[in-house]
């Protein structure tokens, strides 16, 4: 009967709806990060005949189901926070910054919970170097960083202003088509497009002391939870009906 199949393709989707749901509320605290949103597709229509003749006059057409395509992810800005830390960076409005990867891929990501390591390089919170080759001296105090991401150096002695680079940022024309590989860190693929380099400090700021929170809304994710509960729970209704229906012809002849 293709009342169970149907169905069945509809508790399956929603069960990888809520998979989704799932992952975007386990994220609410991750810096930077953006929530997902499944894109349902309805399947195949398979076209009813009549005496072995296509119906011409009035179409017969019966849908085998859904199923879900992709899983896309919302770029969208998520809210600046203060950390008080001067290393700290938050990005406001498009792009990613640049890290530079173990093998020497690029990847790229906007969380800016950057720190220093023991020679004084700019490194991410994995442990990755900022791409812009920063290097903070010994015996500087701070550093300043500008809205076009160019880092200063900082001294006790006020006069002295040194320039130490500029942390690196990039865009894509489509970042929706970045492949998330954890950790917060995006690769390219085909449909992402090669990275664009952005003039930082017009449209896209880098925010010295701030992070990017998650975009994930509680509520909304909530809401849509509640939604794919009821939807699977329908589902299992007709798988229930079309099983009723079949115990029935089973007993026709008895």
Known sequence: MRALYTAASG????????????????????????????????LFYQQLTSGGQAVSAARMELGTGTRIVAVERDHTQGNLVSTGNVLHVALQGDGFFVLEG?????????????SQDADGNLISAGGLRVGGDIQVPE????VRIDYDGTVHAVFSDASRDVVLGQIEVVKFLNPAGLRAIGNNFLVPTLTSGDPMDVVAGTDTQVVQGYLETSNVDVATELIEMIQAQRLYEMNSKVVQAADETLGVAANLRR
Request: net charge negative; hydrophobic share 35%; glycine share 6%.
């Open 11 to 42: 508790m399956s989707a929603q069960q990888l709806r809520l998979d989704t749901i799932a992952n975007n509320l386990a994220n609410v605290a991750s810096t930077g990060f953006k929530r997902s949103r499944d894109s349902f597709q309805d």
């Open 102 to 114: 173990m093998d020497g891929v690029p990847m790229y990501t906007r969380d800016g919970t950057f």
């Open 139 to 142: 015996d500087a105090t701070s």
